[in-house]
């Protein structure tokens, strides 16, 4: 690969990057966690961030042996001075074994 192509590549990777942000899980509690994705309009909006947030949520869970149980999901508003769609989405969420009593509420 040239310099040229090589540079080029690194900064697609860059832009493409930097179009979603994420706070990762975060403990919110026994069994309990959080997270928050924002992915650009351009790249699905709060659909998409909808969508990586809960499989980020489900596949953290099933790596404990557990299913997720969902307290709190929401799409994110943008900054009044923004314009454009919602771009974000934040669910909090339990890692509970399959036979927990919450889930038969």
Avoid at 33 to 53: H, K, L, P, W
Wanted: glycine share 10%; hydrophobic share 35%.
């Amino acid at each position: 690969m040239t310099n040229e192509k090589l540079f080029a590549a690194l900064i697609l990777a860059g832009v493409l990057g930097a179009c979603g942000k994420s706070t990762g899980i975060l403990p919110a509690g026994p069994n309990t966690y959080a997270i928050t994705e924002d992915v650009a309009d351009f790249r699905g909006g709060s659909m998409e961030a909808q969508r990586v947030t809960l499989a980020k949520a489900n596949a953290h869970c099933k790596s404990q042996g557990r299913e997720m149980l969902p307290l709190d999901l929401r799409e994110l508003g943008k900054p009044p001075a923004q314009t454009g769609s919602n771009t974000g989405y934040s669910a909090t969420f339990r890692c509970l074994l399959p036979s927990d009593p919450e889930f038969k509420r």
